[in-house]
Protein backbone atom coordinates (compact mmCIF):
# COMPACT_ATOMS: atom_id res chain seq x y z
CA UNK A 1 0.00 0.00 0.00
CA UNK A 2 1.47 3.82 -1.47
CA UNK A 3 1.98 5.76 1.53
CA UNK A 4 -0.79 8.93 1.10
CA UNK A 5 1.62 11.39 2.33
CA UNK A 6 4.60 10.78 -0.26
CA UNK A 7 3.02 13.13 -2.68
CA UNK A 8 1.50 11.13 -5.16
CA UNK A 9 -1.79 11.63 -3.48
CA UNK A 10 -3.60 15.10 -2.77
CA UNK A 11 -6.39 15.33 -0.18
CA UNK A 12 -9.62 16.06 -1.41
CA UNK A 13 -12.26 15.99 1.15
CA UNK A 14 -13.09 14.45 4.04
CA UNK A 15 -16.28 12.51 5.05
CA UNK A 16 -17.86 11.28 7.99
CA UNK A 17 -19.61 8.28 9.21
CA UNK A 18 -21.32 8.67 12.55
CA UNK A 19 -22.08 5.89 15.07
CA UNK A 20 -22.56 4.73 18.45
CA UNK A 21 -19.68 3.42 20.19
CA UNK A 22 -21.37 0.88 21.20
CA UNK A 23 -20.95 -0.43 17.16
CA UNK A 24 -17.36 0.56 17.00
CA UNK A 25 -15.76 -2.64 15.41
CA UNK A 26 -12.91 -4.67 15.85
CA UNK A 27 -10.12 -4.22 13.24
CA UNK A 28 -10.95 -8.14 11.96
CA UNK A 29 -14.74 -6.91 11.08
CA UNK A 30 -13.47 -3.79 8.80
CA UNK A 31 -11.15 -5.74 7.37
CA UNK A 32 -13.60 -8.22 6.11
CA UNK A 33 -16.33 -5.52 5.28
CA UNK A 34 -13.62 -3.71 3.08
CA UNK A 35 -12.30 -7.27 1.70
CA UNK A 36 -15.90 -7.89 0.29
CA UNK A 37 -15.41 -4.40 -2.10
CA UNK A 38 -14.96 -5.13 -5.62
CA UNK A 39 -11.81 -6.59 -6.56
CA UNK A 40 -9.98 -3.59 -7.74
CA UNK A 41 -9.47 -2.40 -3.99
CA UNK A 42 -6.12 -2.75 -2.51
CA UNK A 43 -6.93 -2.62 1.64
CA UNK A 44 -3.99 -2.07 3.45
CA UNK A 45 -3.48 -3.78 7.08
CA UNK A 46 -5.97 -1.84 9.64
CA UNK A 47 -4.22 -0.36 12.90
CA UNK A 48 -6.31 -1.46 16.22
CA UNK A 49 -6.28 -0.30 19.60
CA UNK A 50 -5.13 -2.74 22.99
CA UNK A 51 -8.64 -4.43 22.74
CA UNK A 52 -8.51 -5.05 18.56
CA UNK A 53 -11.33 -2.34 18.45
CA UNK A 54 -10.14 -0.46 14.70
CA UNK A 55 -8.42 2.36 14.72
CA UNK A 56 -7.38 3.20 10.77
CA UNK A 57 -6.77 1.57 7.47
CA UNK A 58 -6.23 2.68 3.94
CA UNK A 59 -8.04 1.59 1.07
CA UNK A 60 -6.73 2.04 -3.05
CA UNK A 61 -8.50 2.29 -6.66
CA UNK A 62 -5.25 2.49 -8.36
CA UNK A 63 -8.19 2.45 -11.54
CA UNK A 64 -9.82 5.41 -10.06
CA UNK A 65 -7.05 6.81 -8.98
CA UNK A 66 -8.57 7.48 -5.42
CA UNK A 67 -7.17 6.12 -2.26
CA UNK A 68 -9.16 6.69 1.21
CA UNK A 69 -7.68 6.80 4.61
CA UNK A 70 -10.03 5.94 7.29
CA UNK A 71 -9.59 6.38 11.35
CA UNK A 72 -11.89 5.91 13.91
CA UNK A 73 -12.45 8.26 17.03
CA UNK A 74 -14.85 8.22 19.71
CA UNK A 75 -15.97 9.90 23.23
CA UNK A 76 -17.78 12.21 24.77
CA UNK A 77 -16.13 15.35 23.51
CA UNK A 78 -17.56 13.63 19.72
CA UNK A 79 -20.67 13.57 20.85
CA UNK A 80 -20.81 16.90 22.11
CA UNK A 81 -19.87 17.11 18.06
CA UNK A 82 -22.35 15.46 16.60
CA UNK A 83 -25.07 16.96 19.03
CA UNK A 84 -23.89 20.78 17.45
CA UNK A 85 -23.92 19.35 14.05
CA UNK A 86 -27.76 17.99 14.61
CA UNK A 87 -28.67 21.69 15.64
CA UNK A 88 -27.37 22.74 12.59
CA UNK A 89 -29.47 20.53 11.13
CA UNK A 90 -32.39 21.17 12.36
CA UNK A 91 -31.81 24.72 11.89
CA UNK A 92 -31.20 23.92 8.06
CA UNK A 93 -34.83 22.48 7.92
CA UNK A 94 -34.21 20.22 4.90
CA UNK A 95 -32.35 16.93 7.11
CA UNK A 96 -34.76 13.75 8.50
CA UNK A 97 -35.89 14.60 11.87
CA UNK A 98 -35.40 10.45 12.95
CA UNK A 99 -31.94 10.83 11.10
CA UNK A 100 -31.06 14.23 13.28
CA UNK A 101 -32.41 12.43 16.39
CA UNK A 102 -29.84 9.62 15.94
CA UNK A 103 -27.13 11.93 14.95
CA UNK A 104 -27.57 13.51 18.26
CA UNK A 105 -27.28 10.46 20.56
CA UNK A 106 -23.40 9.26 18.23
CA UNK A 107 -20.40 9.02 20.77
CA UNK A 108 -18.20 7.99 17.58
CA UNK A 109 -17.25 8.29 13.89
CA UNK A 110 -14.94 7.42 11.13
CA UNK A 111 -12.89 9.97 9.18
CA UNK A 112 -12.83 8.97 5.56
CA UNK A 113 -10.30 11.48 3.98
CA UNK A 114 -11.01 11.10 0.17
CA UNK A 115 -6.75 11.21 -1.73
CA UNK A 116 -6.67 11.51 -5.31
CA UNK A 117 -3.70 10.29 -6.80
CA UNK A 118 -1.73 12.44 -8.92
CA UNK A 119 1.12 11.94 -11.58
CA UNK A 120 3.77 14.58 -12.78
CA UNK A 121 5.56 17.46 -11.71
CA UNK A 122 2.93 19.84 -11.43
CA UNK A 123 0.91 17.56 -9.36
CA UNK A 124 -1.27 20.51 -7.52
CA UNK A 125 -2.08 21.37 -11.30
CA UNK A 126 -3.22 18.21 -12.32
CA UNK A 127 -5.71 17.98 -9.68
CA UNK A 128 -9.04 17.38 -10.97
CA UNK A 129 -7.88 14.85 -13.60
CA UNK A 130 -10.41 13.47 -15.57
CA UNK A 131 -9.37 10.20 -14.25
CA UNK A 132 -10.38 10.69 -10.89
CA UNK A 133 -13.29 8.59 -9.91
CA UNK A 134 -15.12 9.58 -6.96
CA UNK A 135 -17.10 6.32 -6.51
CA UNK A 136 -14.39 4.28 -4.09
CA UNK A 137 -15.49 7.03 -1.44
CA UNK A 138 -19.26 6.46 -1.87
CA UNK A 139 -18.78 2.40 -2.10
CA UNK A 140 -16.85 2.52 0.92
CA UNK A 141 -19.24 5.30 2.81
CA UNK A 142 -21.95 2.99 2.00
CA UNK A 143 -20.15 -0.20 3.27
CA UNK A 144 -19.26 1.25 6.48
CA UNK A 145 -22.66 2.98 6.71
CA UNK A 146 -24.21 -0.55 7.10
CA UNK A 147 -21.76 -2.29 9.50
CA UNK A 148 -22.22 0.55 12.56
CA UNK A 149 -26.19 1.23 11.35
CA UNK A 150 -24.44 4.83 11.39
CA UNK A 151 -25.11 7.86 9.13
CA UNK A 152 -23.03 9.35 6.83
CA UNK A 153 -22.23 13.14 6.77
CA UNK A 154 -20.93 15.52 4.17
CA UNK A 155 -19.69 18.35 6.83
CA UNK A 156 -18.63 20.64 3.89
CA UNK A 157 -22.32 20.75 2.50
CA UNK A 158 -24.47 19.68 5.49
CA UNK A 159 -25.95 16.88 3.90
CA UNK A 160 -26.72 13.65 4.92
CA UNK A 161 -26.06 10.22 3.16
Known amino acids: MPDLDDGQFC????????FTSARRPSAAEITKVLAGLPEHYVVGEPT???SGRFES????SPGDHAALEISCLAG???REQAQTLAEELKIGGDADARQVARLAMCDARFDVMQFEQIEGPDAELDAGDESFDPSTLLIVMNALTKLVDGIGVDPQSGLML
Not at 11 to 18: C, I, L, M
Not at 57 to 60: C, G, L, N
Request: proline fraction near 0%; avoid cysteine.
Open 11 to 18: WRDTYFVW
Open 48 to 50: EDE
Open 57 to 60: ISVQ
Open 76 to 78: DDL
